[in-house]
């Protein structure tokens, strides 16, 4: 994981990263696995925030491609605001 030093950095990262864990989850209920695009799975865009939402508990370390139950409540909360 990319190290983030900013106050400000951090902030955005975490905003971001559940802008798309919101985007994720969809995807995960529309199509069984979080990271789709028409061309197949997207593994390795936006690494940053995929890591960090691991970090953060947000996807399961057992298989990346799903959110874990934490990671729904959290798109949820996202969502509300």
């Not at 975490?14 to 529309?30: K, Y």
């Not at 936006?46 to 996807?59: E, N, P, Q, R």
Request: net charge positive.
């Amino acid at each position: 994981m990319v190290k983030i030093k900013k106050t400000g950095d951090e902030e955005f990262l975490h905003e971001r990263t559940q802008q798309l864990l919101s985007q994720w989850a969809d995807n995960q209920l529309q199509f069984g696995k979080c990271f789709v695009t028409p061309g197949g799975i997207e593994k390795d865009k936006g690494k940053i925030y995929s890591d960090y939402a691991l970090s953060k508990g947000w996807l399961s370390k057992r298989n990346p491609d799903q959110i874990t139950q934490s990671g729904f409540k959290q798109a949820a909360r996202f969502l509300r605001r």
